[in-house]
Nanobody, 116 residues
Framework: QVQLVESGGGLVQPGGSLRLSCAASISIFSNYAMGWYRQAPGKQRELVATIGSLGITTYADSVRGRFTISRDNAKNTVYLQMNSLKPEDTAVYYC??????????WGQGTQVTVSS
């Protein structure tokens, strides 16, 4: 059964850092472009970063220069290093395939709260 398990969220002060992890129980993980998404209260889920099967990365303008996405195909895991966090980064963060047309079953996400 396909499963995505996100972890690493928490409460952090503005300017702080967090590293999120997503373990994916999918076969041939390395073939998939993966993405990190987030959903803030009252807002639609948005894609913030992607990493292709060959390691090419893209970022939303709002996080470029502060967030870094990476992957470890041997561990079927994708990471999101978040630095210089801002209150507007507060959201539930999810990982999934980086596709606009299909998705794997969504995991429970991990809550990130940036507040002083």
């Amino acid at each position: 059964q396909v499963q995505l398990v996100e972890s690493g969220g928490g409460l952090v002060q503005p300017g702080g850092s967090l590293r999120l992890s997503c373990a994916a129980s999918i076969s041939i993980f390395s073939n998939y472009a993966m993405g990190w998404y987030r959903q803030a209260p009252g807002k639609q889920r948005e894609l913030v970063a992607t990493i292709g099967s060959l390691g090419i990365t893209t970022y939303a303008d709002s996080v470029r220069g502060r967030f870094t996405i990476s992957r470890d195909n041997a561990k079927n895991t994708v990471y999101l290093q978040m630095n210089s966090l801002k209150p507007e980064d507060t959201a539930v963060y999810y990982c999934n395939v980086a596709s606009g047309t299909w998705s794997l079953p969504w995991g429970q996400g991990t809550q990130v709260t940036v507040s002083s």
